[in-house]
């Protein structure tokens, strides 16, 4: 149980592509989700919290309108990198808890490596 | 603001010995969460073991187990046994209790480990 599915793995393409990524929640309801970013050899760092039905939490430093999130199921969750750039390539981890079990940990989906060139 | 701190950027240990990763935390929270996460190099995010703070009693999951000291805000853990399918980066987590908390996980730099045969 417990599953969380992340869609593409990976995507390439150019400067100035929109790019969506999903993250499925397969076995259970998630009324949050979490995004994260990771630079190579280096830690997590949450971008925003996705919350069903309501606006995305977004942490400081991250651009509202660069990474765009949709929660408009208790299962899916999607972050769409719009125009994006070289400096976007990044590895994008989403994570989600079962609604309702406070003491459950998150989950992890499976990551997506996303190369702009 | 919580903060989680890995002292040890690399480790290595024998096919069949003990090692210890250490991780010291900050906060002001009073019930919390802490998790150590596994990190292959596949890059998918696996719960390796969790601890409630409330409870005095070390969690414990077949060769991993944590030392769990509340006072001294320290959260180590102990992989016995070590085999080659450990290799991964190891990450510590904070998450405040929900209640009047973030659901947010804060993530510490790592740890690599390498098992060598």
């Known amino acids: 149980g417990a599953v969380v599915s992340q869609h593409p793995s990976r995507v390439i393409c150019k400067s100035g592509t929109s790019v969506k990524i999903e993250c499925r929640s397969l076995?259970?309801?998630?009324?949050?989700m979490f995004w994260y970013r990771q630079f190579p050899k280096q830690s997590l760092m949450l971008m925003a919290t996705s919350n069903e039905g309501s606006k995305a939490t977004y942490e400081q430093g991250v651009e509202k309108d660069k990474f765009l999130i949709n929660h408009a199921s208790l299962t899916l969750s999607t972050l769409t990198v719009t125009s994006a750039h070289p400096e976007d390539s990044s590895f994008y981890i989403c994570s989600a808890r079962k609604t309702g079990l406070e003491n459950q940990p998150q989950h992890f989906g499976d990551g997506t490596r996303l190369s702009i060139l | 603001a919580q903060t989680v701190t890995q002292s040890q950027p690399e480790m290595s240990v024998q096919e069949a010995e003990t090692v210890t990763l250490s991780c010291t935390y900050d906060?002001?929270?009073?019930?919390?969460?802490l998790f150590w996460y596994k990190q292959p190099p596949s890059r998918q995010m696996i719960l390796v073991i969790r601890q409630e703070a409330y409870k005095q009693q070390n969690a414990t999951e077949n060769r991993f187990s944590v030392n769990f000291q509340k006072a001294a805000k320290s959260f180590s853990l102990k992989i016995s046994d070590s085999q080659l399918g450990d290799t991964a980066m190891y990450f510590c987590a904070f998450r405040a209790a929900f209640q009047g908390g973030s659901e947010k996980l804060v993530f510490g730099k790592g740890t690599k480990l390498t098992v060598n045969p």
């Open positions: 906060t002001s929270e009073s019930n919390y969460y």
């Open positions: 076995d259970f309801q998630a009324t949050t």
